[in-house]
C-alpha cells in the first residue's frame, strides 16, 4: 500500500511537471524574419521611383528607414521616389509576436557620368611630376581611364604621370558607371619643355581685334621655362613690359601693329615678332564685320549659335546661311537649325550711320549624315542575377526584350537553360536572327524570367531597363558592347551597330 501511495505521488508530480512544460512551449511565438526585394520605375534617370516588396516572415508591422532623410513609412510595400543622385541604404525592421528583426540594402539612384578633369601643372619640363584631378559629376563612376597623349594610361580617379619627353599633348579621360559612359578631351593641354634647352617663344592674346581705348591681355607660351621675359607693344600703352602675362595693354589709336616677345633661361635667349598681330578700329567710323559660331561640324538636325563680333557698333545685323533654317536673319546673336548634309556658306553684313561692312566664310558649317541608324543585340550575357535563398535551389532562366510597358518584342522561352545554380555563372544566349533596335531613343527592358513547367506561372528573376542613346560617345563613338547593371543583375549586350 505504501508503494502504491509513494507512486501514486510521483505519477502526479510528473503530471504537473509535464503540463507546466507543455503550457510554457505553447507561448513561445517564432521570431520575425525581415526580408524585402524591391523594382525601380526606371534606370539611370531622376527622379526614380522605387517599388518594394515586402518578403518578411512572423511580422505584422513594419517600418522602413529609405536613407535619404525622408519621413519613414509604415506600409507593408511602400513606394518612395529619389530625386537626387546617391547611393541609399534602406533598412526595414519588422515587429511580431516572437520579436524585432532588422535588414538592409542598398538603392543606387544614378544617371550616366558627365567626364571633366583638371591640372594646375600644364607648362612643366620634362621630369615633372603632373596631377590630374577628375572633377567627373558622378556618385558612382566605377572606373575611370586616362590616356596622357604620349601613349600611357591610368585608372586611378586623380592620378600622376611624368612626361619624359617635350611636346604637346592631349589628355583624354573617359568615366564609366553602370548607366554608361563619357568622355572628355582636352587637346594640346600639356606643354613639356626639355631641361637645358634654350626657351621657344610664343604668346597669344586676349583679342586681335579692337576698337581704340580697349586692353588686351597677353599669355605667354613659351617652351622650356624660360626665366625672364621681355615684350615690346608698339602703339600700346605701356610699351613695354617684363612680366610673364602682362595685361590691360592699352590702344589709343587706331592702326595696326606688332607684338615682340623674348625670353631668357640660363641656355640663352629667343624672341619672337607677330607683325600687324594686333588691329585697332578708330570710332565714328563703318563697322568691321567679323563673328564666330560655337560649333563648325555637326551632324544632321544639329543648331549652331552664332555670335556677332563687328566692331564699331553696329546697328543692324544682316545674316545669310546657306543651308540653314532659317536661311536669313537680323537679330544680332542667332541659332539656326541645318537638316541637310554638306558643307555651307555664312555671311553676315553689319550695318551702322557710317556705312556697312560685309564678312563672308566660305564652306564654314559643315553638316554630317546621321551614319549610325540602329543597333543590332548579338549576345545576352548574364553575368550575375538574384538567386533563390530559401531554400537555395536552381533555376531554368530565360529572357524577354520587352517595351517599358512590358510588351514583349523578342521571347526567348524556348531557348531557356536548365538548373542553373551560381556557379554556373555567367550564362549566355547568342540571338538568331539578332534583335534590331531601329530608334535609339526607344526604352527597352531584358528580363529574366524562371520556367517552371509544371506550374501555372513563370516567375520573373529580374530586368533591366536601358536606352541604347545613352551610350553613344562623341566624336561617333559607338560601343562593340555594354553594361546594364540594376536590381542585383548584371547583363552584357554584345551589339552591332548599323
Not at 188 to 204: C, E, L, M, R
Request: glycine share 6%; aromatic share 12%.
Amino acid at each position: 500500500m505504501k508503494f502504491c501511495k509513494i507512486s501514486f505521488i510521483v505519477l502526479l508530480l510528473l503530471l504537473i511537471i509535464g503540463f507546466c512544460f507543455y503550457s510554457c512551449v505553447k507561448d513561445v511565438k517564432p521570431l520575425p524574419q525581415a526580408d524585402f526585394t524591391y523594382t525601380t520605375s526606371a534606370s539611370c534617370a531622376l527622379p526614380m521611383s522605387v517599388s518594394f516588396q515586402n518578403l518578411s516572415q512572423n511580422a505584422d508591422v513594419f517600418r522602413w528607414d529609405f536613407g535619404d532623410h525622408s519621413p519613414v513609412s509604415y506600409n507593408e510595400n511602400p513606394i518612395h521616389v529619389y530625386a537626387s543622385e546617391g547611393v541609399y541604404t534602406v533598412i526595414l525592421t519588422s515587429y511580431g509576436n516572437g520579436g524585432t528583426h532588422e535588414t538592409q540594402k542598398l538603392i543606387y539612384a544614378v544617371t550616366t557620368p558627365v567626364s571633366s578633369f583638371y591640372t594646375h601643372d600644364t607648362l612643366v619640363n620634362d621630369v615633372d611630376t603632373v596631377h590630374f584631378y577628375s572633377t567627373t559629376n558622378s556618385t558612382l563612376p566605377s572606373t575611370w581611364l586616362w590616356s596622357f597623349g604620349d601613349g600611357f594610361t591610368s585608372t586611378l580617379q586623380n592620378p600622376t604621370h611624368v612626361y619624359t619627353y617635350p611636346g604637346t599633348y592631349s589628355v583624354v579621360l573617359t568615366a564609366t558607371n553602370a548607366c554608361g559612359a563619357s568622355y572628355v578631351i582636352h587637346n594640346n593641354y600639356i606643354f613639356v619643355s626639355q631641361i637645358g634647352a634654350k626657351p621657344i617663344p610664343d604668346f597669344t592674346a586676349s583679342q586681335t581685334l579692337i576698337n581704340t581705348g580697349n586692353a588686351i591681355n597677353f599669355t605667354d607660351l613659351s617652351l622650356n621655362s624660360p626665366t625672364s621675359w621681355k615684350w615690346t607693344f608698339t602703339g600700346g600703352t605701356p610699351a613695354t613690359s617684363n612680366l610673364k602675362n602682362p595685361t590691360g595693354i592699352v590702344y589709343n589709336s587706331g592702326g595696326t601693329y606688332d607684338v615682340k616677345l623674348k625670353v631668357t633661361n640660363l641656355s640663352g635667349s629667343d624672341s619672337l615678332t607677330k607683325q600687324a598681330y594686333i588691329n585697332v578700329v578708330a570710332p565714328g567710323l563703318a563697322p568691321v564685320a567679323d563673328f564666330t559660331a560655337n560649333v563648325t561640324n555637326i551632324t544632321v538636325g544639329g543648331t549652331v549659335n552664332f555670335t556677332d563680333l563687328s566692331l564699331n557698333n553696329p546697328t543692324s545685323w544682316n545674316w545669310q546661311f546657306q543651308g540653314g533654317n532659317p536661311n536669313m536673319s537680323a537679330t544680332q546673336n542667332p541659332t539656326v537649325t541645318y537638316n541637310t548634309p554638306g558643307s555651307y556658306n555664312v555671311a553676315l553684313t553689319a550695318t551702322n550711320n557710317m556705312g556697312s561692312n560685309m564678312k563672308a566664310k566660305q564652306l564654314y558649317i559643315t553638316v554630317n549624315p546621321s551614319v549610325i541608324t540602329q543597333v543590332q543585340i548579338k549576345r545576352i550575357t548574364v553575368q550575375n542575377m538574384p538567386f533563390p535563398t530559401m531554400p537555395p535551389m536552381p533555376v531554368n532562366p530565360y529572357y524577354q526584350i520587352t517595351s517599358p510597358a512590358n510588351v514583349v518584342l523578342k521571347d526567348g522561352r524556348t531557348e531557356h537553360l536548365s538548373s542553373i545554380t551560381q556557379q554556373f555563372m555567367p550564362i549566355y544566349w547568342d540571338l538568331t536572327p539578332y534583335y534590331t533596335i531601329v530608334n535609339l531613343n526607344n526604352q527597352h527592358k531584358i528580363r529574366l524570367w524562371d520556367w517552371r513547367p509544371i506550374q501555372t506561372n513563370d516567375i520573373l528573376i529580374s530586368d533591366v531597363t536601358f536606352n541604347m542613346s545613352n551610350y553613344i560617345n562623341p566624336p561617333n563613338a559607338y560601343p562593340p558592347s555594354i553594361i546594364l547593371q540594376q536590381n542585383q543583375t548584371k547583363i552584357v549586350l554584345d551589339l552591332q551597330w548599323q
